[in-house]
């Protein structure tokens, strides 16, 4: 995976994702600040140079270490979910390539970041330029079953891989009141479920499609 720097930000992408948008608003996304966020982050920056010409059609692309970036519909439909509000603390399971992370930056969350892989995670660290601009990112190297209890509680917790069952360190670490989005599921496809802890700790669990995540993996790669 090639990344070449310092990537533009033309009138052509920024047309293209404005057509994305349009996409996203036509399939049933209707949070505006979600919309707003698509349209601000230039998902090219995050992807090899390769797929430039086609980094904002709705489909995911591979990165590094057998992940990919998800479909921005897939990425727009759980950060509305996460209904995130200015100053939000959220813990992120899954860095990836980052886009996700600068997305709910973008809206004014306060990022806590995790990725088991190391060789995503200093790939990151060396070619994505971008995640600078939001210095309320934060970045962790470490197995996401375990969450970041030092870090907790956290307002928002969202996962961006499939995983087998719902890991309860993390309901620990939500903040009642709180919202967790995960995809749930084997590796044939996952239902994405919308967790939400209650004031009194009652657990609310909604169940809103089907999705198609790569798995979410235990203990830390590398």
Known sequence: MQIDKPKEDTYLHKGMRKQLVDSLRSKGIKDEKVLAAINNVPRHFFLDT????????????????????SHPFTVAFQTELLQIKKFDKVL??????????CILAEMGAMVFSVERQRELYDFVDKNFSF????????RFYGDGYVGLP???????????????????????????????????????????LKITKEIDHKIITEELGDFDFVPML????G
């Open 50 to 69: 390769a797929f430039e010409r086609i980094a904002y059609e709705d489909r995911a692309f591979e990165i590094l270490a057998k992940q990919t970036i």
């Open 131 to 138: 995640i600078k601009k939001y210095p309320m990112i934060r």
């Open 92 to 101: 992120e399971i899954g860095t990836g390539s980052a886009y996700q992370s």
């Open 218 to 221: 235990e203990g830390r790669n």
């Open 150 to 192: 030092t870090f907790a509680p956290f307002d928002k917790i969202i996962v961006t891989a499939g995983a087998p069952f719902v890991p309860e360190k993390l309901i620990e670490q939500l903040k009642p009141g709180g919202i967790f989005v995960i995809p749930v599921g084997d590796g044939n496809g996952q239902r994405m």
